[in-house]
């Protein structure tokens, strides 16, 4: 299978994800049961701002609340950690790395994660995808598997192409 150069995938994002509304309430921005100081000032951080306006050192900042995220916030927001995730070409990049595991740990949900919730907020979160976001995402977990050989993204990659074939 050919994968697409980088390029190539970030047009696909910008794309896939153009016309997406950014939410404009707080209570839009996470699950209800979030209610920490981290998960609110992540939804701060990112609130009314466009996806391609959000520098990856806030992305990278906000990481561990990613799957946070209410769907409305996740699929506003998922283009700049999916950006940011393929934004370097360095092995030792300070960002793009720790930025890779937070947010594919929001795209399945993994035996141990052992939240009895998560799966459901998981599903949620990714059913708000339509079929064009859906396939950027899955040309971000083809460029990730092929370049950095990431197992990880190859697992997500495999799961979600199985629930389309």
């Known amino acids: 299978m050919q994968v697409a150069d980088k390029e190539s995938v970030r047009a696909s994002i910008r794309r896939a994800f153009a016309n997406v509304p950014q939410p404009s309430r707080i209570e839009d921005m996470r699950f209800p049961r979030y209610t920490g100081d981290d998960?609110?000032?992540?939804?701060?951080?990112?609130?009314?701002?466009?996806?391609?306006?959000?520098?990856?050192?806030?992305?990278?900042?906000?990481?561990e609340s990613l799957g946070t995220l209410a769907p409305v916030a996740y699929r506003a927001y998922l283009p700049a950690y999916l950006d940011?995730?393929?934004?370097?070409?360095?092995?030792?990049?300070?960002?793009?790395?720790?930025?890779?595991?937070?947010?594919?740990?929001?795209?399945?949900?993994?035996?141990?994660?052992?939240?009895?919730l998560r799966g459901d907020e998981t599903r949620a979160r990714l059913q708000a995808l339509d079929e064009a976001q859906?396939?950027?995402?899955?040309?971000?977990?083809?460029?990730?598997?092929?370049?950095?050989?990431?197992?990880?993204a190859s697992e997500v990659l495999r799961e979600w192409t199985s629930e389309h074939s």
């Open 39 to 63: 998960s609110y000032e992540m939804a701060v951080a990112l609130l009314g701002k466009r996806w391609t306006d959000i520098p990856i050192e806030t992305l990278f900042f906000h990481r």
């Open 84 to 116: 940011a995730a393929i934004a370097s070409d360095d092995p030792l990049d300070k960002y793009s790395a720790d930025i890779c595991h937070y947010l594919l740990a929001t795209m399945k949900h993994w035996s141990h994660q052992t939240d009895p």
């Open 134 to 152: 859906r396939a950027a995402v899955i040309d971000v977990l083809r460029y990730l598997s092929a370049r950095w050989h990431m197992e990880d």
